[in-house]
Nanobody, 126 residues
Framework: QVQLVESGGGLVQAGGPLRLSCAASGRTFSSYTMGWFRQAPGKEREFVAFINWNGGTTYYADSVKGRFTSSGDNAKNTVYLQMDNLKPEDTAVYYC???????????????????WGQGTQVTVSS
């Protein structure tokens, strides 16, 4: 069993930065694919970024590429999402997910992840 706890959300002005954290317990997360998703009111949960379990490569949604950076600290069992140049359309609840190592999974999709955190609200004012 893996427990995930997100933190770092808040209210920020457009153009500003914010860093989210996702602390994992119960298992060493380095063997999992760690993903970030977000969900705005009335919309489906959408992919933001993931760090692949097999090699550690990071992938991003086109909407955040160049502005967001995901990284991990194995010693702290924590992954981070550094968000720069935030826009009002980035406003959402952000979730981290952990997926057991499997070949062939579509890590861009919600169903690939086995565990989820409770989410943290990010609000970007214009």
């Amino acid at each position: 069993q893996v427990q995930l706890v997100e933190s770092g959300g808040g209210l920020v002005q457009a153009g500003g930065p914010l860093r989210l954290s996702c602390a994992a317990s119960g298992r060493t997360f380095s063997s999992y694919t760690m993903g970030w998703f977000r969900q705005a009111p009335g919309k489906e949960r959408e992919f933001v970024a993931f760090i692949n379990w097999n090699g550690g490569t990071t992938y991003y949604a086109d909407s955040v590429k160049g502005r967001f950076t995901s990284s991990g600290d194995n010693a702290k069992n924590t992954v981070y999402l550094q968000m720069d140049n935030l826009k009002p359309e980035d406003t959402a609840v952000y979730y981290c997910g952990a997926g057991r190592p499997r070949y062939g999974r579509n890590w861009y999709g919600v169903s690939a992840y086995d565990y989820w955190g409770q989410g943290t609200q990010v609000t970007v004012s214009s």
